[in-house]
């Protein structure tokens, strides 16, 4: 019976979130974090550090939509992929500490299954609007008053993801369901069209070539940021930020990309020897998962360092300083979070007046 009242509490919050019977809520500036794995579960750390850092607002990446390759009929094209498993063996969800917030469901769409439903985008939003609401019911996520669609669409495609933007805000208020539409943006999206939702995030990471051999840092760089930066005062959309806070390797063989790895021990003298910088060569083959690592090949270890965070909030601090928004870290993984001091957390999540 320890849980039961505030289970009700949270029950009937769900039913309502779920079921249309509350209005939308503004979407306020809050801190907040993405989750980005394949399965969502909080531990007590994770807990602690939502607490310390008053963390409101959490994005919780759902499924991807894939394109299904062989398929014939219009509504079978696309497939999710990659969906979520909600785990919370410790009831923590029905926790007061934890009850008040707000979940962000994220599909990130494939420019390749957004081409495959080219001209049935209607069908495609409907697909993912009911398969979001009925995650959200069957998993009981609590405070859901926004969808999110992660996309990194072209030119080329523009028009096929704002045809898909405009029917899952349509397919919301079919179902009654009061949620806002959010979209990421990319930094190259900011010279273009805004998408017809409610609200985005700026996406600042991955800011370079990951795929260049001759990139010192993919993940963010004040120099591959600010040029883009000249359209963001102008842009027609309440912009929140987000951040990197993670770390990855990339492997690159004769100069092309091979693919990302995490969690070699580049300093072992015995497998690598340092080229310089952020770059090793491997000295044997070398297995890994599922691949093999091969003798001469290079591997570039990237962070995202506080110090070229802090840079890059800077810059975009003054272009939106008369716009009060979130600050979002990417992602809610404490193996690379805590590599920051809490001082440096805050800093990052700060709203710069």
Same mark, same amino acid.
């Given at each position: ?210 795929? &260049?051999?001759?990139?010192? @840092? ?10 883009? !930066? $000249?359209? %963001? /005062?102008? #842009? ?80 975009? &601090?003054?272009?939106?300083? @008369? ?10 993984? !404490? $193996?690379? %979070? /805590?590599? #920051? ?13």
């Amino acid at each position: 019976m320890k849980y039961l009242i505030p289970f009700m509490t949270i029950l009937s919050m769900i039913v309502a979130s779920c079921s249309g019977t509350l209005p939308p809520q503004v979407h306020e500036g809050v801190n907040s974090v993405y989750y980005w794995k394949t399965v969502f579960h909080l531990d007590s750390a994770d807990i602690a550090f939502i607490k310390k850092h008053d963390i409101g607002r959490i994005y919780l990446r759902m499924f991807d939509v894939s394109e299904a390759t062989y398929a014939t009929a219009i509504d079978e094209k696309t497939v999710p992929n990659a969906s979520v498993r909600i785990d919370y063996p410790d009831n923590y969800l029905l926790e007061d500490s934890l009850s008040d917030k707000e979940f962000v469901p994220v599909v990130y769409v494939t420019l390749n299954a957004l081409k495959a439903m080219k001209g049935h985008e209607g069908v495609l939003a409907r697909n993912i609007v009911t398969r979001v609401r009925n995650m959200c019911e069957y998993n009981s996520i609590p405070n859901v008053n926004e969808l999110q669609l992660d996309c990194d669409w072209t030119q080329s495609t523009e028009k096929s993801y704002f045809a898909l933007c405009d029917s899952v805000k349509h397919g919301i208020a079919y179902l009654q369901l009061p949620w806002r539409l959010s979209s990421t943006i990319r930094l190259h999206q900011l010279s273009g069209n805004v998408p017809p939702v409610d609200n985005g995030v700026l996406m600042v990471y991955n800011t370079g070539s990951f795929n &260049d051999p001759d990139v010192a @840092n993919s993940i963010i760089a004040t120099k591959d940021v600010e040029p883009y !930066l $000249k359209h %963001l /005062s102008d #842009y027609q959309l309440n912009l929140d930020v987000a951040y990197p806070a993670y770390s990855w390797q990339l492997l690159f063989r004769k100069r092309k990309f091979i693919g990302l790895m995490n969690g070699l021990n580049l300093t072992d003298t015995t497998q690598f020897t340092p080229r310089g910088g952020n770059v090793y060569v491997a000295k044997r083959n070398i297995p890994y998962n599922d691949r093999l690592i091969l003798k001469g090949d290079m591997v570039r270890q990237e962070t995202s360092e506080f110090e070229d965070i802090s840079k890059v909030k800077r810059m975009i &601090d003054t272009k939106l300083s @008369n716009r009060d928004h979130s600050n979002i870290l990417y992602h809610l993984d !404490l $193996k690379n %979070l /805590s590599k #920051y001091s809490d001082n440096e957390i805050n800093e990052i999540f700060q709203f710069a007046e």
